[in-house]
Structure formats: C-alpha cells, structure tokens
C-alpha cells in the first residue's frame, strides 16, 4: 500500500489535538473505542431532536423538547441553599420559568438579560402545575437563531463525555477532511445509487435533516456502510494473495502418533471431526501457508482435532504451539494432551508467566534444541528470548481473546509456520465469510457420542433459597456444581452479584470445605489449588466468575447455576452452559434472573431454555448485539463494522464482497488510477495493522 497522504494526517493525530480534549477527556472517548479524529467521523449519531423554532410552548405535554423565542422577564436568586435559580420569560402566549441550580447570577444576567429577546430550546417539566424548562440546551440571541440545528444529531455517549463536547468534537473533526478525496466509485454506480461524492456523504451523515435521515437505508448512510465493507473485502482479499504468492513449507507425517492416539480414544471420531482434520492435514502438506480458522460449538471436539494437526507435526521432525487465553486454560490443555497422548514419546510443556527462574530457563533450552514437541502457553509463548528450534505450527484458540498484535509475534516465532485459530463461539457463515474471508473455514456442526443434552431452565432469584437447598441435596449424593457471578467484588454502583459474596453465603449453607472461588483477580498459585480441589472432587462446588468461561472440564460437574444470568450475552451463557454434560449424569443449567427482564433480556435467556444448537444462538445473537459484538473484533484488532449494520445491510455485503473480488481480478495490486483511490479507501478504514497481520500471520 502506498504510504499515507499527508491530507489525511490530522484525522489520524491523538484525540488531545482537537479544541478543548484533554487527557481526562481523551480517557473517556476511549470508553467508546474513539482515539482519533477519525474514529470520530465513523461515530455516527443514533438518534435526533426535533428543534424547530415554534411560536408556543403551549399545548407541549411535559418531557417535550421546545424551541421558543421568549421575552426575558424577572430574574429571581434562590433564598435559600439548594433552591434553583428562576427567570420568569414569555413566549407568543404563555409565561414560564427557566430553571437553573448551582448557578452563578452574574453569567446568568450576561446570558439572559432581563427585557432582552432570546431563543432558548429544551426539555419542559411540570412543577406545581407549572411549566418550566430546566437548564435549556441552547440560548442564543434572536439573530444567531441559525446556530441551533432544526434537528440536532444524538450521539451514543459514555461516562464523562457530555453531548455538547461530543457535538464540539465531531464538528472539529470534520474540520479537518479535506475537501477533495479521489472517488473510487465510477459514476455509473453513483448514479445508479444515488450516492454523493464520499466526504459530503459523511458530512451529511453527522448533518440530519429527520429521522429518515438516520435510517440505515438512508443514501448516505448506505454509501458509507458500502464503502466500510469495500474495504474491509479488499483488505481480506490482499491478503489471500498475499499467501498464495509466498511459499510456505510442506510437513506431512507417517500417521504413527495420530493412530495410536485415536486407537486410544474408545470412540470414533466424528464425520466433521475427520472432515476438518483431513483439510488442514491437506493445508499442512500444501506449498503455500496454511491461515485456517478451525470453529466449533461448545463440546464439538476442537480440542482433538488441535491435538492431532499438533502430532502430523511432531511426526514430521518439528513442533507445534498451542496459545490459550488464560493460564489455567493452557494448564488444562497440557493435562488433556498428555491423557490424550499417554505413552507415546511425545514432550508436551507447559509456558507460563507461572515459571520458576531455574525452570522457566530450562525449559526455554528445550525448546530452543527441538526437545519439546508441543509447547502450550498464554501471552508468554511470543515474549522476547523465546526461541523455537523448528515452529511449523501455531494453533491459537480462542482467537477473539487476543490482540492482533500478539497473534502476529506467535507467528514470527517460525517464518513459515502454518496457523490455525480456534473459535468455540459459532459465528453464522454468512458473516464469517464476511468477516474472515482471507481464512480457510472449518466448521465442526456436530457433537461426539455421548455429550448429554443440558436441561435448562429460567428461575427467579425470588427462589434462590429453594435452589441452595436442591443445590445441597445434590453435593449430598456427590454431584458437584459451578456457581457463576457477574462481579468479584460487591460494588455500589452495579447492582449485580459479588462472586466472593456467594462464596461466603454457600459456605455457611453447605460446608466451609465445600465451596471453592476462583477469579481473574487471584493469583495463578491460587487459582491453580483452587481448581484441583474442585477437579479431585474434594470441593463440591465452584463459584467462579466468567473465568470458567471456556476451557475448564470436570466431568463429574452436572450443574451449572448462573446467577443474574440477564447480565450476560447470549455467547457467554452458551459458553458457561457447556462446562456441563459432560459425564455420565444429568446435567442441569438454572438461569437465576431478577424479575422485571427487559424484553431483549427475556428473548436471549428464552432462546437459551429452548435450543442447545451453537449456530441457532449465534444467528440470533448477531440480531441482537451486532457483528462486532459477536465476533469480539474489538478485542481482536480486526476493522469492527462501525457503519454497516450486517442485518439490515445484508444485500450490501453480498455487493461489496462480490464487488472486491471484480476489482481485484482486474488489478490485484490496486496500481491503477481507481486502485489508487480505493487505497486511499483503506488508509481510511485504517486496515494497515490488520492487513500487516493478514499478510504476515
């Protein structure tokens, strides 16, 4: 890609370039995923107020929004401390009060002076059957009435961020586009469309002039929802050439250590099981890298069809990685490879931020002089000073869990490494085509024999009495159970539930040795001894926060009780859900909600209680929250959809993928007067980082 045009700098510079943002303030943005100019220009408003100037506050019912030239009357100072601050005006017809609390008189006096004319624009109240407007959003003389907007932009906002320094910091922002960026669309589609030129689009957008204007179906909104998947499908297109034109190296095995640990098994694998294995097994084999993205439901084996891509490695002289998002999952998949390995002369170490001085050098020795097979790790596995005597293989799971960044260093840890990324939350294939079409796509839709189904079911938390005392019954018979909170720590401004708050409640009613805790604020020595306790059985419950999310696997574990349940997502209680049925007994989910369940919160634990089917949750999941949600690509550093909305613009994201792969099979390199302007689309979307990663991970 051609190097950025100086233009476009300033929309790329800190946030604290803007008037009036500084650090504090910069923080607060940054609540929103907002951390330059630019990403303020991708902000759109949500939402709008009609402020149309009107003669009358009459026959406005309280709540409303009025604009109204006023006549300014009495100003009377409060008596008292605490008492507001009241200017007696009049409109075409009737008299009200402007209200003010904690308010200097003198600026009052400079803004309204008394017998002056003024346009003032809020919300109405009643108070003791008297109209007034509470600290009006806008007063201005009669002769600027044009500053006000006839309709005002809404935007989404976060804690310390008030609407009038968002609607500052997006004016200032657009100050600084630059009046003429090359159009990358030719004019037949324009027109065909109705689209203006990119610039007076996005202007436009921040510009309402109604609420048809903030439809998803609006030209301008369309045109840059277009633009945003464009970009998106050129940068995964690049980068699909990209590795087919680089040679990656062939590494087949004899199969000796994939059959004897599939004769180990006691059961056979499943259809979609060997399917995908037999792909990446091809990809292994293949000249060029292998980029595949391996998703699962929750208990569809991913973990085996890891392990034996893992072994065709070892099998051919080299080794493989495997880099889990927490500790106590790596330390999991150690302990499950090494059952699943038994005998066999295969070396399978554990890479931790937990490793002694003495062991971690030990190990960094091992690994360096090919004499572990398999390393297993966090964030630890791609720090500096670790060295791979033959990488020719990463598998990364739970991919959404990682930054772009630390994925692209594991793969540097072997140049020609093949890469296969795990997901254990099912994404639709129609937006995993979207989202991930530089990858290969391995989809396991079916579960091994004997995974019991999970009973699930919805329970006010009214009844949280009645389900201890179940719950003690059933640590009676030597069934044991997970207890998820929302919170570690009781907090006063969330009213939700503290993990070591239920902790402390269980242990008084089923046993002080009965009850273990584990969460992300302990420490990995902790957690680890929690854990087992929970593991050998000897604790009979784990109360845990969403730490246990993925990974952990207890067999003998049949209940799963998930408190405040409303407060997660669809995604994550189909992950805590699955942490059960995995042995011999029945299992059990209980959905602990507080009464008065918003009608979103209703459908998701609803939908919950009726299917078990990953792909099912994953569709509504997406109609719910939203691709960027779903796919976590916040925390993965992938473009997140800020402008497309995948459900109302499935018809454009078919367009643009289809569109992206035309452009491309006429000019792969964007070295043509239009692939010049369309990089300039990239630079815009900002992709380098990503397209970086896609083109070198």
């Not at 002089?369 to 020719?392: N, P, S, V, Y």
């Not at 273990?516 to 420490?523: F, I, N």
Request: proline letters at 6%.
């Amino acid at each position: 890609m051609n190097a950025r045009s100086p233009a476009l700098f300033p929309i790329f510079a800190d946030l604290t370039t803007l008037p009036g943002i500084g650090p504090k303030t910069a923080d607060a943005f940054d609540a929103l995923g907002i951390a330059t100019p630019r990403d303020l220009l991708f902000h759109l408003p949500h939402g709008g107020v009609d402020r149309r100037l009107r003669p009358s506050v009459q026959g406005l019912s309280p709540g409303s929004i009025a604009t109204v030239e006023v006549q300014v009357g009495t100003h009377r100072a409060p008596g008292k401390p605490g008492r507001p601050y009241r200017i007696d005006v009049r409109d075409s017809s009737v008299a009200f009060a402007l209200i003010y609390f904690h308010a200097r008189s003198q600026a009052l006096q400079s803004l309204l002076p008394e017998d002056s004319r003024r346009i003032v624009s809020g919300k109405l109240d009643l108070f003791d059957g008297v109209i007034q407007m509470a600290h009006p959003d806008h007063v201005v003389p009669v002769d600027q009435a044009a500053r006000i907007p006839e309709f005002e932009p809404v935007y989404p906002l976060a804690a310390g961020i008030a609407p009038r320094a968002m609607a500052g910091a997006v004016g200032a922002s657009l100050a600084l586009l630059p009046a003429q960026i090359p159009e990358w669309h030719d004019a037949a589609l324009l027109a065909r469309e109705g689209w203006p030129d990119w610039v007076t689009a996005l202007r436009a957008a921040h510009g309402p002039s109604g609420p048809q204007d903030l439809s998803p179906d609006a030209p301008v909104r369309r045109r840059l929802a277009y633009d945003e998947v464009l970009a998106h499908q050129l940068m995964l297109g690049l980068a699909r050439a990209d590795r087919a034109a680089r040679p990656g190296r062939a590494t087949s095995g004899d199969g000796h250590l994939r059959t004897a640990v599939l004769d180990g098994l006691g059961f056979a694998p499943t259809a979609a099981q060997t399917r995908a294995l037999a792909e990446i097994e091809a990809d292994l084999a293949g000249p060029h890298r292998m980029y595949r993205l391996l998703q699962g439901d929750v208990g569809a084996g991913k973990t085996l069809v890891a392990a034996l891509a893992l072994l065709i490695c070892v099998e051919a002289g080299g080794q493989g990685a495997l880099m889990a998002p927490t500790e106590l999952l790596a330390r999991q998949h150690v302990e499950s490879l090494r059952a699943m390995m038994g005998d066999l002369p295969v070396r399978i170490e554990a890479i931790t931020g937990a490793d002694g001085a003495r062991a971690r050098a030990e190990k960094l020795a091992a690994l360096k002089a090919g004499d572990i097979d398999i390393a297993i790790g966090t964030h630890a596995l791609f720090q500096k000073g670790i060295e791979f005597g033959d990488l020719r293989l990463a598998v990364i799971d739970e991919q959404h869990r990682f930054g772009v960044r630390e994925r692209l260093r594991l793969a540097e840890k072997g140049p020609e490494a093949d890469v296969l990324v795990m997901t254990a939350t099912p994404i639709p294939r129609s937006l995993a085509l979207t989202a991930f079409g530089d990858m290969e796509l391995s989809v396991l839709d079916e579960k091994p024999p004997g995974r019991k189904p999970v009973r699930t079911a919805m329970v006010a938390d009214a009844r949280l009495n009645e389900v201890v005392a179940h719950l003690r019954d059933a640590v009676g018979q030597n069934r044991q159970a997970y207890w998820v909170c929302p919170l570690v720590h009781e907090s006063e401004s969330v009213d939700l539930v503290a993990a070591e708050d239920r902790a402390k409640a269980l242990r008084r009613a089923l046993g002080e040795d009965r009850v273990a805790l584990v969460h992300g604020q302990m420490t990995p020595e902790a957690k680890e001894a929690e854990m087992t306790a929970f593991r050998t059985g000897s604790k009979a419950v784990l109360v845990a926060t969403t730490v246990i999310e993925v990974g952990v696997d207890v067999p003998n574990a049949s209940i799963m009780v998930i408190e405040r349940a409303e407060s997660f997502g669809l995604a994550q209680l189909h992950q805590l859900r699955g942490r059960v049925g995995r042995g011999s007994a029945d299992a059990t989910c209980l959905l602990l909600y507080r009464a008065g369940l918003s009608e979103t919160a209703t459908r998701r634990l609803a939908l919950l209680r009726e299917t078990e089917d990953g792909f099912r949750i994953a569709e509504e999941d997406l109609a719910i929250r939203g691709a960027g949600d779903v796919l976590g690509t916040a925390q993965s550093g992938l473009p997140r959809f800020r402008m497309a909305d995948p459900e109302r613009h499935t018809g454009l994201m078919t367009m643009a993928r289809r569109d992206a792969q035309a452009i491309l099979a006429r000019d792969p390199q964007l070295t043509s007067a239009r692939g010049k302007a369309l990089q300039s689309l990239l630079d815009l979307m900002d992709h380098q980082v990503a397209l970086r990663f896609l083109t070198t991970g």
